[in-house]
């Protein structure tokens, strides 16, 4: 009942997005997703960051997939390589927070399309007080 983060991309930036999710894991580790939906058990978000030519090799495909049977989410969403690349430290982390908060939403508009209620709104404002509160 949890969201599991991880992330996929090159030998490069793989190892700072990997930082960066853990320091958010602490945060997001005391979610409980059953809080938020009556449909899941768990939301998986791997953030994808890969160059051009790996992209075009294959990897790094998006995916938005939910699992009702099984009660998951497997979201996986591209960041911007050149962007993330050339940003500071700073606006790295806020480029993975956009992507769990864009994953998230993704999330809410797959299960409202099929009448299904998501508090996503809450679960975005829990994972900001809590990085906030714990600052």
Excluded: W
């Excluded at 992209?55 to 009660?71: P, T, W």
């Amino acid at each position: 009942m949890s969201i599991f983060l991880s992330c996929e991309g090159d030998n490069i930036l793989a190892p700072i997005i990997i930082n960066i999710v853990r320091s958010l894991k602490l945060y997001i580790k005391s979610i409980d997703i059953s809080n938020y939906t009556d449909a899941l058990d768990s939301i998986g978000i791997i953030i994808n960051c890969f160059n051009k030519n790996d992209i075009n090799n294959g990897f790094g495909k998006e995916r938005k997939y939910i699992s009702y049977k099984n009660r998951y989410a497997d979201i996986r969403l591209l960041i911007d390589y050149d962007e993330f690349l050339n940003s500071d430290a700073q606006m790295r982390c806020t480029l993975v927070k956009d992507n769990i908060f864009s994953s998230i939403m993704i999330v809410h508009d797959k299960l409202n399309n099929n009448g299904i209620n998501f508090d996503y709104k809450q679960l975005i404002h829990d994972i900001v007080f809590l990085q906030d509160y714990d600052i």
